[in-house]
């Protein structure tokens, strides 16, 4: 059946020039370019093999309006229609999809929406990450299993929409809007894996790159591969190569984090042990400086007092009588000065170092 077909169209159509724009191409390694033609009414997949390719000037980019000299046919295993090209040369136009990239990425431009100046941080630990993707494809999962590996605490909230299509584009516009009316939400990331040219077509959307533009929180825009660059990721705070690599951007690493820390304490223990013992040597010589100025200040008094005494003891009465004196005293205790003090018969007392001797005077005063 499909050999009847592909007979039936060579024969009934044979070659034809045809216009169309060149997107998804890729030359393999055999030479041969497979790629898709397309304007704006329908798209036909296309082959070039290597002898007719390596005979263009140039390898087309995504975008590039070319003519074809090609014949149609039918790829039987797959029973798939296409075109055989045997001829490719450039026109002096552009491509209807890189016009309108250009229109919107002028007006986007004419708002500010592209001003690096607008780019806002991303939070150091965002706790709370809208995911603004395909619930059904691998892109989630990947995300989801990056942000449990590097930061289990994380939450992730997904709002579901189509990331390509004819509904896509307000679908996204409808997502972006609902991120704005999430509470506590730290940080919104826009992804989607790898396509051709028109399965990214969306995130070239006006309307889309506007909603972006308008979300209230950081923003990082993953779309495609490494290669693929969209509006979405010029109006987007940060880009990110893959969808993956956006949740790494976004989140911090915990066995990474949990190794500065475990750095940062030991810095820290060895500054208070070394604080520790500074203060201790200090406090050691100002305990030295006090025990010295409280001894000069105890010493000083200590020394006057011990003169002050000396002083007294060699005027104490009894140091005298010890040295073999005696003191004279009346009945009634008054010491006897002078003679005059002790007329004839008048008893007394002397104060000897062994004790009181009674005595009587019998001079008479002179």
Not at 45 to 72: F, H, I, N
Not at 110 to 116: A, N, R, S, T
Not at 263 to 290: F, I, P
Not at 336 to 359: I, W
Request: charged share 25%.
């Amino acid at each position: 059946m499909a050999s009847a077909a592909r007979r039936l169209i060579e024969e009934g159509v044979g070659q034809v020039w045809i216009k169309g724009e060149v997107s998804g191409l890729k030359s393999y390694q055999s030479g041969h370019w497979y790629f898709t033609l397309k304007d704006p009414d329908a798209q036909l997949r296309c082959v070039m093999w290597r002898s007719y390719a390596a005979k263009v000037a140039a390898q087309p980019g995504d975008g590039t309006e070319v003519y074809v000299l090609a014949t149609p046919t039918v790829w039987e295993e797959r029973g798939e229609f296409r075109l055989n090209v045997v001829v490719m040369l450039p026109t002096a136009g552009v491509g209807l999809a890189q016009q309108l990239y250009e229109r919107t990425r002028a007006a986007l431009e004419k708002d500010g929406l592209l001003d690096p100046a607008r780019k806002r941080t991303l939070p150091a630990m965002p706790a709370v990450i809208a995911l603004v993707t395909s619930p059904d494809g691998a892109v989630l999962r990947d995300m989801i299993t990056v942000a449990r590996r590097r930061w289990p605490s994380v939450r992730l909230l997904v709002v579901g929409t189509k990331v390509q299509g004819a509904e896509a584009e307000a679908e996204l516009v409808q997502a972006l809007g609902i991120v704005n009316r999430l509470e506590q939400v730290d940080l919104c990331i826009v992804g989607r894996g790898g396509g051709s040219r028109e399965d990214l077509m969306v995130f070239n959307s006006e309307p889309v790159c506007r909603a972006l533009a308008a979300v209230r929180v950081p923003t990082i825009s993953a779309v495609g591969h490494e290669t693929d660059v969209s509006l979405t990721d010029l109006v987007a705070d940060v880009r990110a190569a893959t969808p993956s690599a956006a949740m790494e951007l976004a989140l911090p690493d915990r066995a990474e984090l949990n190794a500065r820390v475990a750095v940062l304490a030991r810095r820290m223990a060895a500054g208070l042990s070394r604080r520790t013992r500074l203060l201790a040597e200090r406090l050691a010589r100002t305990g030295d400086r006090l025990q010295v100025g409280v001894s000069r200040r105890i010493d000083g008094p200590r020394h006057r007092l011990e003169r002050i005494a000396a002083q007294l003891s060699a005027l104490d009465p009894d140091r005298v009588v010890q040295r073999g004196y005696a003191i004279a005293r009346t009945t009634d205790g008054r010491v006897v000065r002078r003679r005059g003090e002790l007329p004839a018969g008048t008893p007394f007392t002397l104060h000897l170092s062994d004790g009181d001797l009674a005595a009587r005077s019998e001079m008479e005063p002179g």
